[in-house]
């Protein structure tokens, strides 16, 4: 893989890093008494909306286009039901905090379904989890919260699931149609929010009591945030640069989001943190991000 384009991919997910590193503050202080379905479901469906004009679906196999929407309604869909659920149970750093096991999951079902075992690129998965650990060792009581806790592994999972399955989908896609442009992974992308508004809004059908939910003018802007900005451009980078870069990087930067999360609670939403902590911590993952990116490329490490 060409350097540029490595590199491009590392900014794609540090910017969907940075887009993310807001939603718990926000999601946790604005939407908290928000039903959690009608939430998952308006913020997919504002992605989608964004998304929905740059169809091509031209060329484009049926049976390649259901995939991508059913990895749309685990990744997006389900998570976003289980993820957006837990804020019932916990604060927003603690949803920020606890999904520090998305890279073990990354790392893990990659190797399940590539039929190898890369330790080094669990080494670097453990490394980005030890230094998100030391962030809440001694500080998070998680007592009465395992609920919460439990929701967000769900998610972290179907999180991990559709990044392994995209990567994978678009990667063989490139092997048999000479390579795929950003321009073309956006003619298809609409497709998985597709299957995430599908899945929530069924979900929210059922769920939620339309008729009797009132929204604050600045909750319709923070959901139009999270639905235009982490939901929409950024899943779209982060799936971008997931399938760009090996294994290694992409279960490091999982937890990137969490010392950006905690910084941006210390110095927007005047939370308390340890910044010691915060520093060692910040530093491990970013170390378990550049070990990874130091390591060889070859041909079964894309895929």
């Known amino acids: 893989m ?64 259901l995939k991508l929407i059913l990895v749309g309604a685990i990744q997006y869909g389900v998570m976003y039901v289980a993820y957006i659920r837990a804020y019932h149970y916990l604060q927003g750093h603690q949803v920020a905090v606890f999904t520090i096991f998305t890279p073990l999951f990354v790392s893990l079902l990659y190797d399940r379904v590539s039929r190898r075992f890369h330790l080094e690129f669990l080494l670097a998965a453990l490394l980005a989890v030890a230094g998100a650990a030391l962030l809440v060792w001694w500080e998070q009581d998680v007592c009465g919260a395992l609920v919460g806790v439990l929701l967000v592994q769900v998610a972290n999972l179907c999180f991990a699931i559709g990044q392994v399955g995209y990567k994978r989908l678009q990667n063989r896609e490139r092997e048999n149609g000479g390579g795929r442009s950003v321009q073309e992974d956006a003619s298809t992308f609409g497709l998985l929010f597709l299957g995430a508004a599908l899945f929530t809004g069924m979900v929210s059908a059922v769920t939620t009591d339309w008729a009797g939910m009132s929204l604050s003018r600045t909750q319709m802007l923070v959901l139009l945030y999270l639905g235009a900005l982490p939901s929409g451009v950024g899943f779209f980078l982060w799936n971008l640069g997931a399938r760009r870069v090996n294994a290694g990087i992409l279960a490091s930067f999982n937890n990137v989001k969490i010392p950006l999360a905690v910084l941006v609670s210390l110095v927007v939403f005047r939370e308390q943190t340890d910044v010691w902590r915060l520093l060692i911590g910040g530093g491990a993952i970013v170390s378990g991000v550049v070990f990874a990116s130091s390591l060889r490329q070859g041909p079964s490490q894309s895929g």
């Open 2 to 65: 060409p350097t540029f384009v490595h590199n491009a991919a590392m900014i794609y997910l540090l910017l969907a890093s940075l887009f993310w590193a807001f939603s718990f503050g926000l999601i946790g202080r604005y939407l908290k008494g928000v039903d959690p379905n009608a939430v998952a479901f308006i913020r997919l469906a504002i992605s989608f909306v964004i998304f929905a004009p740059l169809l091509r679906l031209k060329g484009v196999r049926p049976v390649l286009a």
